[in-house]
């Protein structure tokens, strides 16, 4: 555990309100939704979108929901997230610390933290905490600690860990948390990932005519599933399938979470309601979208879900949790800074 230079580690997430009260989700849903990268719309209508019709009438529904989840030591997200800092910390020298994109700990925070404990630093290696590259999570992340370091004229540099949806490590830590979960009895396993418009993944498309342009766009060789959402996510389910033997016909994709029209299907929300009408009475499901259990995870799947399928006839109904602060994915993401600083730029974003 040689620090070599001056460096650190930020870990990015997502972020949370700062409790479960209508004002702070107030607070936090319009510093989400007006975002241009989760709502691209111009600036005017995103405000009169965000701020005249969507946060006044989803702020109560919104803290109603994280009020099921919340925890005596507050948002799952954050205390998830500073578990995995602190697992994090025992592998490695460098001081780890982490930020939000939404919310606190905000960037500004945790780079002033970071000095505080290295005053000489020289490099902080950012690891955005999402598997695949979308324009709302992994691209947003980055964009924002960028113009923050440039805001504040921080003389350290900045490096950034690349979406990891195919990397060996991530995905022998994913398939070993899931084989457990294989012992018991179940007619079909469902990845549930988070969805995302179709138009942001023909925005992130850097060839401007490859994705979304045919069915079997994904499975095309192209220079924009570097930074195709869907083809990321398919690619996850094909290695963790391969890596746990599971038969053709027993597994399947969807997208949840959706909001208006265009969004990426099969939904799953729809999904959840047909398959016992199909005959999948027992149903495994992951997020592998999500590294550290949220709002998506734990009310709209394990809870909503699970009340979906069970009421359209299903028997049995488990969420699979995210990887959280599994001993194989804290040595995966040890494993990524040690070769680093070792001289390996494999998992840089370029």
Same mark, same amino acid.
């Given at each position: 555990?040689?620090?070599?230079?001056?460096?650190?580690?930020?870990?990015?997430?997502?972020?949370?309100?700062?409790?479960?009260?209508?004002?702070?989700?107030?607070?936090?849903?319009?510093?989400?939704?007006?975002?241009?990268?989760?709502?691209?719309?111009?600036?005017?209508?995103?405000?009169?979108?965000? #701020?005249? /019709? !969507? +946060?006044?009438? @989803?702020?109560?529904?919104? &803290?109603?929901?994280?009020?099921?989840?919340?925890?005596? *030591?507050? #948002?799952? /997200? !954050? +205390?998830?997230? @500073?578990?995995?800092?602190? &697992?994090?910390?025992?592998?490695?020298?460098?001081?780890? *610390?982490?930020?939000?994109?939404?919310?606190?700990?905000?960037?500004?925070?945790?780079?002033?933290?970071?000095?505080?404990?290295?005053?000489?630093?020289?490099?902080?290696?950012?690891?955005?905490?999402?598997?695949?590259?979308?324009?709302?999570?992994?691209?947003t992340a980055v964009e924002?600690?960028?113009?923050?370091?440039?805001?504040?004229?921080?003389?350290?540099?900045?490096?950034?860990?690349?979406?990891?949806?195919?990397?060996?490590?991530?995905?022998?830590?994913?398939?070993?948390?899931?084989?457990?979960?294989?012992?018991?009895?179940?007619?079909?396993?469902?990845?549930?990932?988070?969805?995302?418009?179709?138009?942001?993944?023909?925005?992130?498309?850097?060839?401007g005519n490859h994705c979304?342009?045919?069915?079997?766009?994904?499975?095309?060789?192209?220079?924009?599933?570097?930074?195709?959402?869907?083809?990321?996510?398919?690619?996850?389910?094909?290695?963790?399938?391969?890596?746990?033997?599971?038969?053709?016909?027993?597994?399947?994709?969807?997208?949840?979470?959706?909001?208006?029209?265009?969004?990426?299907?099969?939904?799953?929300?729809?999904?959840?309601?047909?398959?016992?009408?199909?005959?999948?009475?027992?149903?495994?499901?992951?997020?592998?979208?999500?590294?550290?259990?949220?709002?998506?995870?734990?009310?709209?799947?394990?809870?909503?879900?699970?009340?979906?399928?069970?009421?359209?006839?299903?028997?049995?109904?488990?969420?699979?949790?995210?990887?959280?602060?599994?001993?194989?994915?804290?040595?995966?993401?040890?494993?990524?800074?040690?070769?680093?600083?070792?001289?390996?730029?494999?998992?840089?974003?370029?």
């Open positions: 555990m040689t620090q070599t230079g001056k460096r650190a580690i930020l870990l990015m997430n997502l972020g949370s309100p700062d409790s479960i009260s209508t004002g702070d989700l107030h607070t936090y849903l319009t510093e989400f939704l007006m975002d241009k990268r989760v709502i691209d719309y111009p600036w005017l209508f995103r405000k009169i979108l965000v #701020s005249g /019709l !969507i +946060v006044p009438f @989803r702020a109560k529904k919104s &803290a109603e929901a994280y009020e099921t989840i919340w925890t005596k *030591e507050g #948002s799952p /997200l !954050i +205390v998830l997230t @500073r578990q995995l800092q602190a &697992a994090l910390q025992q592998l490695v020298a460098e001081p780890v *610390e982490i930020a939000m994109r939404y919310g606190h700990p905000s960037m500004e925070e945790a780079y002033q933290r970071l000095l505080q404990r290295e005053p000489q630093l020289e490099e902080v290696i950012a690891i955005p905490l999402y598997p695949h590259y979308a324009m709302a999570s992994y691209e924002y600690a960028q113009e923050i370091h440039r805001r504040k004229k921080y003389s350290f540099r900045l490096t950034f860990i690349k979406p990891f949806y195919n990397d060996s490590h991530y995905l022998q830590a994913l398939s070993e948390h899931i084989r457990p979960w294989l012992k018991q009895p179940y007619d079909h396993i469902l990845f549930s990932y988070h969805g995302v418009p179709g138009r942001h993944i023909r925005k992130s498309d850097p060839t979304l342009q045919s069915a079997g766009c994904c499975d095309t060789a192209s220079p924009a599933h570097a930074t195709c959402y869907r083809h990321q996510c398919f690619s996850t389910t094909r290695e963790i399938v391969r890596l746990l033997n599971i038969p053709e016909g027993k597994y399947s994709n969807s997208f949840q979470s959706r909001l208006g029209k265009g969004w990426l299907q099969p939904f799953t929300d729809i999904r959840l309601e047909e398959m016992p009408k199909e005959g999948i009475k027992k149903l495994l499901i992951l997020c592998p979208a999500f590294v550290s259990d949220c709002l998506e995870t734990l009310e709209e799947i394990a809870m909503r879900g699970k009340e979906t399928f069970l009421g359209a006839g299903g028997e049995e109904y488990a969420m699979i949790p995210c990887l959280n602060v599994d001993s194989r994915w804290v040595d995966a993401l040890a494993g990524w800074v040690g070769d680093y600083t070792a001289g390996d730029k494999t998992m840089i974003l370029d």
